[in-house]
């Protein structure tokens, strides 16, 4: 599984911005549970999202619940999320993964920047 993050950037404080995810596998994507974690500098990687290999469910960080929104779109092999108010300590490179069957999988990051 390849997944390729994108989306990011700068913008100010209550603003939003939608951060894609692409997967490249020989997998069914749809089967695949995914979700998206964040670090900023200084400090550990920390849970997001999640959503569930069917998109029944979804899971959220007490920090963005509320704020963000996590989506798949199977037939574009894509998942998404939609951040909305966002706060400067939302500032981190977003990393999305894929939970594989016997390994989970990561893409490169993509940089999100709130400006205050």
């Known amino acids: 599984v390849q997944l390729q993050a994108s989306g990011g950037g700068l913008v100010q404080r209550g603003k939003s911005l939608t951060l894609s995810c692409a997967a490249s596998t020989t997998h069914r994507f749809s089967s695949l549970p995914m979700g998206w974690f964040r670090q900023a500098p200084g400090k550990l990687r920390e849970f997001v999202a999640a959503i569930a290999w069917g998109g029944g469910g979804t899971y959220y960080a007490d920090a963005v619940k509320d704020r963000f929104t996590i989506s798949r779109d199977n037939a574009k092999s894509t998942v998404y999320l939609l951040m909305n108010s966002l706060k400067p300590e939302d500032t981190a490179v977003y990393y999305c993964?894929?939970?594989?069957?016997?390994?989970?999988?990561w893409g490169q990051g993509t940089l999100v920047t709130v400006s205050s």
């Open positions: 993964y894929a939970v594989g069957f016997l390994q989970t999988y």
